[in-house]
């Protein structure tokens, strides 16, 4: 599946569900009744669906941990982070669109697929899958930069229809950029050696 494979998927599932209620209510009006708005709940399903999968893997408001912190709790209470939902998709085996475009961004490289096989509950490989995301295929950022043309393209839609505060006001804190999704910092001081030395075992033995 490629990215634009997957927008197509959602597309068909997330927005249509939201296709379903809008075109009822189209029906059911008695004004604007010319007005068609299947675009903009277009938009909306694949912005929402795209920008979970993002936030799944990179938000700073869930992970409130940094890959240090939880590799240190895993090592010392595994219970804790494996229930505390950190990348969630990865544990699923969930083809999500950082994921599709990471896999294809180069395909000689099956990281990302053992992952998603492992089905892994503990963040020490997911943590390492995530970085591969990050640095390796760019796929966080690419993820981003879609997303800020659904973005724009979604305002625009609202713009044409007339503009509506409500939409305006939920959009704004739906926006995603660099300052809003985890940054991974390279690993620092000597305890560090310990933790990279785990990541190592474990993706060599994978």
């Given at each position: 599946?490629?990215?634009?494979?997957?927008?197509?998927?959602?597309?068909?599932?997330?927005?249509?569900?939201?296709?379903?209620?809008?075109?009822?209510?189209?029906?059911?009006?008695?004004?604007?009744?010319?007005?068609?708005?299947?675009?903009?709940?277009?938009?909306?399903?694949?912005?929402?669906?795209?920008?979970?999968?993002?936030?799944?893997?990179?938000?700073?408001?869930?992970?409130?941990?940094?890959?240090?912190?939880?590799?240190?709790?895993?090592?010392?209470?595994?219970?804790?982070?494996?229930?505390?939902?950190?990348?969630?998709?990865?544990?699923?085996g969930k083809f999500?669109?950082?994921?599709?475009?990471?896999?294809?961004?180069?395909?000689?490289?099956?990281?990302?697929?053992?992952?998603?096989?492992?089905?892994?509950?503990?963040p020490t490989l997911?943590?390492?899958?995530?970085?591969y995301l990050k640095?390796?295929?760019?796929?966080?950022?690419?993820?981003?930069?879609?997303?800020?043309?659904?973005?724009?393209?979604?305002?625009?839609?609202?713009?044409?229809?007339?503009?509506?505060?409500?939409?305006?006001?939920?959009?704004?804190?739906?926006?995603?950029?660099?300052?809003?999704?985890?940054?991974?910092?390279?690993?620092?001081?000597?305890?560090?050696?310990?933790?990279?030395?785990?990541?190592?075992?474990?993706?060599?033995?994978?």
């Open positions: 599946m490629s990215s634009e494979e997957y927008i197509g998927m959602v597309n068909n599932k997330t927005s249509g569900l939201l296709r379903m209620g809008v075109k009822i209510m189209m029906a059911c009006a008695t004004t604007n009744i010319d007005v068609d708005y299947v675009p903009f709940v277009n938009l909306i399903g694949v912005f929402f669906q795209i920008r979970d999968d993002l936030m799944n893997l990179q938000s700073a408001e869930v992970n409130k941990l940094s890959p240090l912190e939880c590799l240190e709790l895993d090592l010392i209470f595994p219970p804790y982070t494996s229930n505390k939902g950190f990348a969630e998709d990865l544990s699923e999500s669109f950082p994921v599709v475009h990471g896999i294809h961004a180069d395909t000689s490289n099956r990281h990302i697929l053992n992952v998603l096989q492992k089905r892994l509950t503990t997911k943590i390492h899958a995530i970085s640095d390796h295929s760019e796929s966080f950022e690419y993820t981003v930069s879609v997303l800020r043309v659904i973005e724009a393209k979604t305002r625009a839609e609202i713009a044409k229809l007339g503009g509506n505060i409500g939409l305006d006001r939920i959009m704004d804190p739906l926006h995603v950029d660099e300052t809003n999704i985890m940054v991974f910092h390279p690993f620092r001081e000597r305890r560090c050696m310990v933790l990279k030395t785990v990541i190592l075992k474990e993706c060599n033995s994978s």
